[in-house]
T-cell receptor, first 114, second 118 residues
Framework: DGGITQSPKYLFRKEGQNVTLSCEQN?????MYWYRQDPGQGLRLIYY???????QKGDIAEGYSVSREKKESFPLTVTSAQKNPTAFYLC?????????????FGEGSRLTVL | AQKITQTQPGMFVQEKEAVTLDCTYD???????LFWYKQPSSGEMIFLIY??????QNATEGRYSLNFQKARKSANLVISASQLGDSAMYFC???????????????FGSGTQLTVLP
């Protein structure tokens, strides 16, 4: 089945540590995205990538980094510079084809900083 | 800048009844797209329905319909014949104007938690 796989589902981190969240898609989509969700709030865009080896900052990129070395993969690193990293992280992808261009989402990764 | 406003943090509806979830938006763009997503307690985001700004008819997908009032900048989601499985968080979102690239960034509202009562 085609879809987006995020791992790990739950992650605990000590303050000062970097952590990398994995996102893999087999939908052959060009674009991929990372969103952050805090309780009672909507999703906020961290980074997005339109093509391999290219990515752009979203609205809240500070303290995060990404890479796009393969079309299928778009990992997100939460660095120690991120002041409040505890959140739910959602990865998504979209196709340039079709009229709607809706985003397809993974099941998310919940990061807790201890 | 785009903004999506969902003013109902929580809504309750009786099973088999219809419910309307409100969404208003603010944009200076002429061309845009509006989406509704459902987020169950498992966390994944499920695409429900789409409305393009130039679509003359309101979008419908099964029990979901979108009441699009362009002049009022509202895009309310109507769920008919509610089911217990409809209990979830619902998000309204707007797509930023499509650039020359492939990205389709969305701006999301804060969501409405819908609870369907038996």
């Amino acid at each position: 089945d085609g879809g987006i796989t995020q791992s790990p589902k739950y992650l605990f981190r000590k303050e000062g540590q970097n952590v990398t969240l994995s996102c893999e898609q087999n939908l052959n989509h060009d674009a991929m995205y990372w969103y952050r969700q805090d309780p009672g709030q909507g999703l906020r865009l961290i980074y997005y990538s339109q093509i391999v080896n290219d990515f752009q900052k979203g609205d809240i990129a500070e303290g995060y980094s990404v890479s796009r070395e393969k079309k299928e993969s778009f990992p997100l690193t939460v660095t120690s510079a991120q002041k409040n990293p505890t959140a739910f992280y959602l990865c998504a992808s979209s196709s340039r084809e079709g009229p709607t261009g809706e985003l397809f989402f993974g099941e998310g990764s919940r990061l807790t900083v201890l | 800048a785009q903004k999506i406003t969902q003013t109902q943090p929580g809504m309750f509806v009786q099973e088999k009844e219809a419910v309307t979830l409100d969404c208003t938006y603010d944009t200076s763009d002429q061309s845009y797209g509006l989406f509704w997503y459902k987020q169950p307690s498992s966390g994944e985001m499920i695409f429900l329905i789409y409305q393009g700004s130039y679509d003359e008819q309101n979008a419908t997908e099964g029990r979901y319909s979108l009441n699009f009032q362009k002049a009022r900048k509202s895009a309310n989601l109507v769920i008919s014949a509610s089911q217990l499985g409809d209990s979830a968080m619902y998000f309204c979102a707007m797509r930023r104007p499509i650039s020359s690239g492939s990205a389709r960034q969305l701006t999301f509202g804060s969501g409405t938690q819908l609870t369907v009562l038996p």
